[in-house]
C-alpha cells in the first residue's frame, strides 16, 4: 500500500466514524427547488440550494438543503427541475438542533439527466419497482 493509498484510507475510516451514525441516502422525485445566491463584497460566494423531495413509495417529503462557499467564483450546482428522479446522499442533523428535518447535501445524483454534483465512477443502479395490491 502507498503513502496515498494509507493516507486516504484512514482519512475515510475518521470520517466514517465521526459522521457514520448521520449518513443517509434516498430516492425520490423532486417537488420543489429554490436556488439563492449571495454576494458579499464582490469577493465571497454562497450558494444555497433548497430541495424538497417525495422519496419513492411514501406519502412523506423530506427537505434538503446544498450550501456552498467560495472566494472570487459563484461555486457550481447541477441542473434539477421538478419531476426529475434524484438520489439523494447526505448527513441527518444533530439530534437535538433547531433545523432538525433538514438533511445537509452532500451529493446529488440526478437519474433523469444522468449526472452528479461530485463525479462517481460507480454505475447507476436503478432500484427495481414493485407494485403493491391490497
Same mark, same amino acid.
Given at each position: 500500500? $502507498?503513502?496515498?493509498?494509507?493516507?486516504?484510507? +484512514?482519512? *475515510? %475510516?475518521?470520517?466514517? +466514524?465521526?459522521?457514520?451514525?448521520?449518513?443517509?441516502?434516498?430516492? !425520490?422525485?423532486?417537488?420543489?427547488?429554490?436556488?439563492?445566491?449571495?454576494?458579499?463584497?464582490? =469577493?465571497?460566494?454562497?450558494?444555497?440550494?433548497?430541495?424538497?423531495?417525495?422519496? %419513492?413509495? $411514501? /406519502? *412523506? &417529503?423530506?427537505?434538503?438543503?446544498?450550501? *456552498?462557499?467560495?472566494?472570487? /467564483?459563484?461555486? $457550481?450546482? =447541477?441542473? &434539477?427541475?421538478? !419531476?426529475? $428522479?434524484?438520489?439523494?446522499? !447526505?448527513? /441527518?442533523?444533530? /439530534?437535538?438542533?433547531? *433545523?432538525? %428535518?433538514?438533511?445537509? =447535501?452532500?451529493?446529488?445524483?440526478?437519474?433523469?439527466?444522468?449526472?452528479?454534483?461530485?463525479?462517481?465512477? #460507480?454505475?447507476? #443502479?436503478? &432500484?427495481? #419497482?414493485? #407494485?403493491? =395490491? +391490497?
Amino acid at each position: 500500500m $502507498s503513502f496515498r493509498e494509507t493516507l486516504a484510507k +484512514k482519512y *475515510a %475510516e475518521t470520517y466514517y +466514524k465521526k459522521y457514520g451514525d448521520r449518513l443517509t441516502q434516498f430516492s !425520490g422525485h423532486v417537488l420543489s427547488i429554490k436556488t439563492t445566491t449571495k454576494t458579499i463584497l464582490w =469577493i465571497f460566494n454562497i450558494l444555497t440550494v433548497d430541495v424538497v423531495v417525495k422519496p %419513492e413509495r $411514501s /406519502k *412523506a &417529503v423530506i427537505k434538503c438543503r446544498y450550501k *456552498a462557499k467560495k472566494w472570487f /467564483k459563484m461555486p $457550481s450546482f =447541477i441542473d &434539477v427541475r421538478q !419531476g426529475h $428522479s434524484v438520489i439523494i446522499q !447526505g448527513l /441527518k442533523p444533530k /439530534k437535538g438542533k433547531e *433545523a432538525s %428535518e433538514v438533511i445537509q =447535501i452532500l451529493n446529488i445524483r440526478n437519474l433523469t439527466t444522468k449526472v452528479d454534483l461530485i463525479p462517481i465512477d #460507480q454505475k447507476i #443502479q436503478r &432500484v427495481q #419497482q414493485r #407494485q403493491f =395490491i +391490497k
